[in-house]
């Protein structure tokens, strides 16, 4: 009898001990924050590097409004707790393609979640929290406020074109505003989750429909899929509609009226409530994608000029200098001009400017660093001389052409400077126009100078080719058409043949 009250006293100290343990371990979450818009005012010693990036972007955007959230979390803390989980469910994973860098030295190349996701390094973990690595007019939307219910049909039917949503926006649109959501975010949300086409989740095979991915965990795919659908089948999600109506008010309730009303905040709990544990998502770099097909939709409707408001996270003990990317950190790439490539997919390293000469492809997001930069235009560009991490220099375009409809800068500083968008433009719009009647190509082409698709005649498909060869997003390997591209006869293919063509084509030049 003694022994067992022994063993009820043990277990009793046990659930109390467990119980204190866990009182105090919530207890230091439950921090003191607040929300500024006296960006002036801020101490740039105690925060540095923030404010004159703020005012960089103000002074070119007037329209956007800035907010600093004081979350007085300490900044080594906040990373140490990120960095947890080890060989079990880690905070943060990044993508397998990622560059070994990216990865967790602890968990190495063990695989998680679907077996395409790898542990994040902390190193990766500080880059991508760092907020003065994503104060540019790129990265910015991660940080965007995410009340709001003014959005456009218009624009989410732009969004959603091609998708899964196609069909669903004013039902997006209605739940969105009912629950005072941006609904421009909701769909970049779903785009993120599911994929334009949309994943076996919202297929509808199974009767049900979890287009959100609430409660969609564990070590295997056929796991993910099975917890998913449960949960959708708990809710009574038996249409996609329900899925994202139930999805919609999931997460204002859960995330954006707990504070965590940025797609920073819902993917790293750094607020008051549920500090740490209470993220939307694993994916290191969610927020950023997400905040980037915020962005891509502004600029496609010409909204980016118009009024959003940003909400700035800042941290005790910030380091002095801001987080470099993992793969830079042993390198000897110099730190003094660092930019961010910002395409969709790649852009080519030339040999020199203009020069169709490939050195190497510069890919999505990758981090180069600036040795010359262009102060002339030629035929229509800035060309800036860059250094990939793996010693390899060449040429790039800042921006896209003058030609080109649609403004989009290439190079992004990571130290907070602006791009002043050119002001000139061609004196005469060139009209995309086909033939009303257009040949036949022949069953082997014959490539005729400013002929570049061998269809026997020049049109604007020929100046689509140019254009995509010289952005690096051609397919054409064919020698003569290559050689076709080359109008002006002068060994190379540059905005020189574009332009030439595009005079060709409103009857100001005649191609021989």
């Known amino acids: 009898m003694k022994k067992l009250r022994a063993m009820a006293v043990v277990l009793l100290f046990t659930i109390i001990s467990y119980i204190v343990l866990q009182f105090f371990s919530n207890s230091v979450y439950a921090i003191s924050q607040s929300v500024d818009a006296n960006i002036a005012g801020m101490n740039t010693s105690k925060y540095p590097g923030i404010k004159e990036r703020i005012e960089s972007l103000k002074s070119k955007y007037p329209n956007w409004n800035f907010k600093l959230l004081y979350t007085n979390l300490d900044w080594n803390t906040v990373i140490a707790n990120e960095y947890q989980g080890h060989?079990?469910?880690?905070?943060?994973?990044?993508?397998?393609?990622?560059?070994?860098?990216?990865?967790?030295?602890?968990?190495?190349?063990?695989?998680?979640?679907?077996?395409?996701?790898?542990?994040?390094?902390?190193?990766?973990i500080k880059y991508m929290m760092d907020p003065r690595n994503f104060l540019n007019e790129t990265d910015i939307f991660q940080f965007e406020e995410l009340t709001g219910t003014n959005a456009q049909i218009s624009i989410v039917q732009s969004m959603t074109k091609g998708t899964f949503l196609q069909g669903h926006?004013?039902?997006?649109?209605?739940?969105?505003?009912?629950?005072?959501?941006?609904?421009?975010?909701?769909?970049?949300?779903?785009?993120?989750?599911?994929?334009?086409?949309?994943?076996?989740?919202?297929?509808?095979?199974?009767?049900?429909?979890?287009?959100?991915?609430?409660?969609?965990?564990?070590?295997?795919?056929?796991?993910?899929?099975?917890?998913?659908?449960?949960y959708a089948e708990r809710q009574g999600w038996n249409t996609l509609e329900k899925s994202i109506d139930g999805g919609i008010?999931?997460?204002?309730?859960?995330?954006?009226?707990?504070?965590?009303?940025?797609?920073?905040?819902?993917?790293?709990?750094?607020?008051?409530?549920?500090?740490?544990?209470?993220?939307?998502?694993?994916?290191?770099?969610a927020a950023q994608t997400e905040g980037s097909t915020l962005r891509?939709?502004?600029?496609?409707?010409?909204?980016?000029?118009?009024?959003?408001?940003?909400?700035?996270?800042?941290?005790?003990?910030?380091?002095?200098?801001?987080?470099?990317?993992?793969?830079?950190?042993?390198?000897?790439?110099?730190?003094?001009?660092?930019?961010?490539?910002?395409?969709?997919?790649?852009?080519?390293?030339r040999k020199s400017p203009e020069d169709a000469?490939?050195?190497?492809?510069?890919?999505?997001?990758?981090?180069?660093?600036?040795?010359?930069?262009?102060?002339?235009?030629?035929?229509?560009?800035?060309?800036?001389?860059?250094?990939?991490?793996?010693?390899?220099?060449?040429?790039?375009?800042?921006?896209?052409?003058?030609?080109?409809?649609?403004?989009?800068?290439?190079?992004?500083?990571?130290n907070g400077e602006t791009e002043n968008k050119p002001t000139e433009k061609?004196?005469?719009?060139?009209?995309?126009?086909?033939?009303?009647?257009?040949e036949?190509?022949?069953?082997t082409p014959e490539y005729k100078l400013g002929d570049c698709n061998g269809d026997n005649i020049i049109n604007s498909g020929d100046l689509l080719a140019v254009k995509k060869y010289l952005i690096g997003k051609s397919d054409i390997t064919e020698p003569k058409a290559i050689t076709a591209m080359d109008v002006n006869k002068d060994n190379k293919v540059n905005s020189g043949d574009l332009f030439l063509i595009q005079k060709h084509l409103i009857g100001k030049y005649v191609i021989q």
Request: proline share 5%; net charge positive; charged share 15%.
């Open 426 to 438: 061609p004196s005469t719009p060139v009209q995309e126009t086909q033939p009303t009647q257009p």
């Open 87 to 124: 060989n079990s469910s880690p905070r943060n994973l990044v993508s397998s393609n990622r560059d070994s860098s990216w990865r967790c030295s602890i968990c190495g190349n063990r695989a998680y979640d679907n077996g395409s996701w790898r542990c994040a390094s902390e190193s990766a």
């Open 169 to 230: 926006e004013q039902g997006i649109v209605n739940t969105a505003n009912n629950h005072q959501i941006n609904a421009y975010y909701i769909v970049a949300r779903l785009l993120q989750e599911q994929g334009k086409s949309g994943s076996v989740l919202v297929s509808g095979n199974s009767g049900y429909y979890n287009a959100f991915n609430i409660g969609a965990s564990g070590a295997t795919s056929s796991q993910i899929i099975q917890n998913g659908l449960a």
């Open 249 to 285: 008010k999931f997460v204002a309730n859960e995330y954006i009226k707990q504070g965590q009303n940025t797609l920073y905040l819902q993917k790293f709990a750094v607020t008051s409530n549920g500090t740490y544990w209470h993220q939307y998502q694993q994916n290191l770099t």
């Open 440 to 443: 036949q190509p022949s069953a």
């Open 296 to 349: 891509d939709t502004y600029q496609s409707v010409g909204a980016i000029n118009s009024s959003h408001t940003f909400i700035i996270p800042l941290y005790l003990n910030m380091p002095t200098t801001v987080s470099l990317p993992p793969e830079l950190l042993n390198s000897n790439l110099p730190t003094s001009d660092l930019v961010k490539i910002n395409v969709t997919s790649s852009l080519k390293l």
């Open 357 to 414: 000469t490939l050195v190497a492809w510069l890919w999505k997001d990758e981090v180069v660093a600036r040795l010359e930069k262009g102060t002339t235009k030629i035929n229509g560009t800035y060309w800036d001389k860059v250094q990939k991490s793996n010693g390899q220099v060449g040429w790039t375009a800042r921006e896209t052409f003058d030609y080109e409809s649609s403004y989009k800068l290439y190079l992004i500083p990571l």
